[in-house]
């Protein structure tokens, strides 16, 4: 390629060239467009980029503009012909252009970058400019004036600066061969390329691939080097659903499908399909991905429009398939095991910078990195209850606070979980709460808006059904094609924002004030509160959102009511009393038991108070507790129980102290 060429490929964009220059944008050439040029030139900047991008940055700043120019302006190649795995790149590819695909593992601070170092030379104090890469080789460096090589001083002030930032480029795990684990490369960026992304951003590269001194080895005879891709060109590529490219024909199709009488019922069907019943959890996970607008009051704060589920059952019931469906199904999810992940893990993690430097950097987790998404965890009740304790404030405050090796950051996790934990004891025991039987604590429970039981339990006339649909399982096919329902929710979740009707405020109100209605007196258990009344306003704004309408109806309160209400029905009635008791999921236990312990803490504390040694004796207490109404049985748990959390102190055998 020769100057002259480019010129006249300037000249022939001409008008774009003098737009990127009134914005101070970079000018982005797509190898489509030099190929259409002159293939010969496509070929050069492919197999030469450096001197490519020299040459053209040369012709564009030495440019007659007929405007004013402020600063340089910056010559850009975009998408090189093939996109390649990171994982695929080998020593030919060295100092080439390519195209490359992944998400954002970690992010460095912006540097400021010497590119070309003002020299002063310490014998005859002549000034020169030098590339940074030769000052840093020290590579035959001569004084202009003097023809000596030094010794120089480096003038910071004068030399020419970029802004660079480093960051670690992970394969998309769902591009993996079978065994394989995902490949990462350092990508350096530079100038305007470093605003705009973090960690967990999905992006496609294009860049020079170039060698950086790697570990030595004795044993080895060869010096070795790892390779690192210098930035040219970055992209967002479908990030989330807000990201979604939806075209005019598009529209035209998801505005068909949502005057559909059944649509919402249609939605459901093309969840999952080839998992069978489980309707009330399918149209629960449709609202999860529709989400409803986040709520903003006058006073500043926020109200969250992630719907969070999780799904507790039997073993055998498909919840991890139905967390695999929704993690494929939505453009941005992460998909964790609870045996498998840490603290660090799902916030965040402080990690040595991989550019050598020795800094630390922050790493994102599962939750940041499904920001504006949907984070799957599976097997939650096998997680560490240190490593749980990390889901509180992001399930419902939805950040991440963070203050390790010195670096205190907040990071944005706004993402709808999706976990699912089996029973404590394997099964299901009908005798006990629901609640009583999740391992985990009710402070987490309470945090999400759904909570759904799944019992295996025989039937006949089901299990018949259930064979057939296995055994035919290739034959279901969702009524509802997978891309257009992603684009179909993309495409709701950006332009419908509904807002509650005065009829849907009735319904919502209605419900709440008859289920409250419920707690005739102060010794009846507390059905429902304030957060299971949000939970329905989320589900109601995300019923509209599915109908693609911009209001709340009466339909859509009611059957978010509905849906709510046979989650509680499920997980919130006290077996002993049959009524519906909120705390059996917000405190961990129902009013009666909760009375019940308060009691034998009197007891106890009473017995002790009267006897000489300040103890209560085993016998006194079981006692007391039958003349007090409480079965001798549920005594001797309820007081193993108390010991074993620390409210009661066993002194020595069979002799008891209240703490």
Avoid at 162 to 188: K, M, T, Y
Avoid at 524 to 548: D, E, F
Wanted: aromatic letters at 4%; glycine letters at 8%; proline letters at 4%.
């Amino acid at each position: 390629m020769q100057e002259g060429q480019a010129e006249i490929l300037l000249d022939r964009y001409r008008g774009r060239l003098i737009e990127s220059a009134g914005r101070g944008a970079p000018l982005v050439f797509d190898i489509t467009e030099l190929e259409r040029f002159d293939i010969e030139v496509a070929d050069f900047a492919i197999e030469h980029p450096d001197e490519f991008l020299q040459m053209m940055n040369r012709a564009v700043n030495g440019y007659d503009f007929p405007i004013e120019v402020d600063g340089q302006i910056r010559v850009r190649i975009r998408n090189a012909r093939d996109v390649r795995r990171i994982g695929s790149l080998r020593s030919t590819d060295v100092g080439r252009l390519i195209t490359v695909e992944g998400i954002v593992r970690s992010a460095s601070v912006v540097y400021t970058s010497l590119t070309e170092v003002y020299l002063v030379c310490r014998r005859c104090q002549t000034g020169m400019y030098a590339p940074a890469g030769q000052v840093k080789r020290n590579d035959g460096l001569l004084c202009v004036q003097c023809e000596r090589s030094g010794p120089f001083k480096i003038d910071r002030e004068r030399s020419k600066k970029d802004d660079s930032r480093f960051v670690v480029l992970q394969e998309f795990p769902e591009g993996l061969r079978a065994g394989n684990l995902p490949r990462s490369i350092l990508v350096i960026l530079s100038g305007d390329l470093v605003e705009n992304i973090g960690a967990g951003n999905r992006v496609r590269i294009t860049g020079v691939l170039k060698l950086m001194e790697g570990p030595k080895s004795k044993a080895s005879e060869t010096i070795d080097y790892d390779h690192y891709i210098e930035a040219v060109y970055v992209e967002q590529i479908e990030r989330d659903f807000e990201d979604l490219v939806i075209t005019d024909d598009d529209v035209e199709q998801i505005k068909r499908l949502s005057q559909e009488p059944d649509l919402i019922e249609k939605i459901r069907r093309s969840i999952a399909p080839s998992i069978y019943g489980l309707d009330d959890i399918k149209l629960a996970i449709a609202l999860q991905l529709a989400s409803a607008p986040e709520t903003v009051y006058a006073d500043g704060t926020t109200s969250r429009g992630d719907i969070h589920v999780l799904l507790v059952g039997d073993p055998g019931v498909a919840k991890s398939q139905l967390l695999r469906y929704v993690a494929q199904i939505a453009p941005r999810a992460v998909f964790t095991s609870g045996k498998g992940v840490t603290v660090a893990g799902l916030t965040a993690a402080a990690v040595k910078d991989e550019t050598g430097d020795g800094k630390w950097t922050i790493e994102a987790g599962a939750l940041p990195l499904a920001d504006k998404g949907v984070c799957c965890i599976d097997e939650l009740d096998k997680m560490n209850e240190r490593d749980r304790e990390a889901l509180h404030e992001g399930l419902e405050q939805q950040i991440i606070a963070i203050a390790k090796a010195g670096i205190t950051a907040t990071l944005r996790c706004r993402c709808a979980v999706l976990a699912a934990a089996n029973p404590k004891y394997g099964r299901f025991d009908p005798n006990e709460t629901v609640a009583a039987q999740i391992n985990l604590p009710p402070t987490l429970l309470s945090r999400f808006d759904l909570i759904f039981v799944i019992h295996d339990r025989p039937d006949q006339a089901r299990d018949g059904e259930l064979v057939e649909h296995i055994l035919n399982g290739d034959a279901a096919a969702p009524a509802i094609e997978p891309d257009l329902l992603r684009k179909y929710i993309a495409y709701v979740r950006q332009s419908v924002n509904p807002v509650l009707t005065d009829d849907a405020k009735a319904v919502l109100k209605k419900c709440f004030l008859d289920v409250r209605g419920m707690c005739a007196s102060a010794n009846h258990p507390v059905p429902i509160t304030a957060r299971q009344l949000q939970a329905l306003m989320r589900l109601s704004k995300a019923v509209a959102r599915l109908r693609m309408s911009k209001t709340v109806s009466e339909g859509d309160a009611r059957l978010a009511a509905n849906l709510l209400m046979k989650c509680l029905g499920e997980v919130g009635i006290d077996p002993e009393s049959g009524m519906l008791d909120v705390g059996t999921v917000d405190v961990g236990m129902p009013k009666t038991a909760a009375d019940r312990t308060i009691k034998l803490q009197r007891i106890i504390a009473d017995l002790a108070k009267r006897s000489p040694d300040r103890l209560a004796s085993h016998t006194d207490v079981i006692a007391e507790a039958e003349r007090a109404g409480i079965d001798i049985y549920k005594a001797e748990n309820l007081l193993r129980k108390m010991v074993s959390m620390g409210s009661v102190m066993e002194v020595r055998a069979g002799k008891y102290r209240p703490v």
